[in-house]
T-cell receptor
Framework: AQSVTQLGSHVSVSEGALVLLRCNYS??????LFWYVQYPNQGLQLLLK??????LVKGINGFEAEFKKSETSFHLTKPSAHMSDAAEYFC???????????FGAGTRLFVKA | ETGVTQSPTHLIKTRGQQVTLRCSSQ?????VSWYQQALGQGPQFIFQ???????GRGNFPPRFSGLQFPNYSSELNVNALELDDSALYLC???????????FGPGTRLLVL
């Protein structure tokens, strides 16, 4: 069975600082991995995804994530936080084809001025 | 290109009632998935529909049911509502075999 663990329900950074949101997954098949962002009272927006190929994936808004199979991790980073990055971030895993996506519990990112 | 839309945006029901939530998929998408997101939690997979047939189900009881129509729009029906059904219900559409899902804004259901 697939599962996702997001380390830290809340992360606080200063504006301009590095953002690091941690995600570890479990999957019995080669996983498809995703990061989504959710702003208050809105649905989910895809930030980036890993399917196959290059393990460093670049997404929207300056975010990127690296798939590390040996560590079963897919951590999300951004070199310099902006106030507009404050939101809830979800890591997710699915079988090939996007079937039955499993989400982590989420990490709320706070950005201090 | 029209994105995923859901209706209504908010809904209040009482315990024991039934509710129907609606979703219009993104143009050209033939697969719809429904998720329940309780407050402070990640979305939980309810089920997926492809070509009007249920294509997989998460750990939800039979009182959660769905439909998909020929135009690929979808409904989620919940019978005998319980207090714990209070949540944000998200619909996501995709093309069969494609890993990327596009989410609607959700319907927030409150059961009193």
């Amino acid at each position: 069975a697939q599962s996702v663990t997001q380390l830290g329900s809340h992360v606080s950074v200063s504006e301009g600082a590095l953002v690091l949101l941690r995600c570890n997954y479990s999957s019995s098949v080669p996983p498809y991995l995703f990061w989504y962002v959710q702003y208050p009272n809105q649905g989910l927006q895809l930030l980036l995804k890993y399917t196959t190929g290059a393990t460093l994936v670049k997404g929207i808004n300056g975010f990127e994530a690296e798939f590390k199979k040996s560590e079963t991790s897919f951590h999300l980073t951004k070199p310099s936080a902006h106030m507009s990055d404050a939101a809830e971030y979800f890591c997710a895993v699915s079988e090939s084809g996007g079937f039955k996506t499993i989400f982590g519990a989420g990490t709320r990112l706070f950005v201090k001025a | 290109e029209t994105g995923v839309t859901q209706s209504p945006t908010h809904l209040i029901k009482t315990r024991g009632q039934q509710v129907t939530l609606r979703c219009s998929s993104q143009s050209g998408h033939n697969t719809v998935s429904w998720y329940q997101q309780a407050l402070g939690q990640g979305p939980q997979f309810i089920f997926q529909y492809y070509r009007e047939e249920e294509n997989g189900r998460g750990n939800f009881p039979p009182r959660f049911s769905g439909l998909q129509f020929p135009n690929y729009s979808s409904e989620l029906n919940v019978n005998a509502l319980e207090l714990d059904d209070s949540a944000l219900y998200l619909c996501a559409s995709s093309l069969s075999g494609q890993e990327t899902q596009y989410f609607g804004p959700g319907t927030r259901l409150l059961v009193l």
